[in-house]
């Protein structure tokens, strides 16, 4: 399976890092910032100024839902 080494070890953003910056998304890029919106959502900005929002489940250890990009802080 698709797991990165020593995950038990890694943070929550680390591991949602790892998965972001893998997953075949046109533009996705590098992450730059992280930041956790609710329990269960995170935002990313990406190197290149994209914004993406990120649904991770901190049970699995897994990203089950991304959307995006957005041209600028997603705002609902």
């Known amino acids: 399976k698709f ?3 020593n995950m038990d070890r890694m ?9 972001f910056e893998r997953l075949p998304i046109e533009n996705a890029g590098k992450v730059k910032t992280i930041t956790q919106r609710q329990e269960d959502m995170w935002t990313i900005q990406t190197r290149e100024g994209k914004w ?6 901190p049970t699995l250890r897994e990203i089950y839902d991304v959307v995006g990009p957005y041209p600028s802080y997603p705002e609902h």
């Open 11 to 19: 943070t929550d953003e680390e591991v949602i890092t790892w998965y």
């Open 3 to 5: 797991l990165p080494e």
């Open 52 to 57: 993406f929002e990120v649904v991770y489940s």
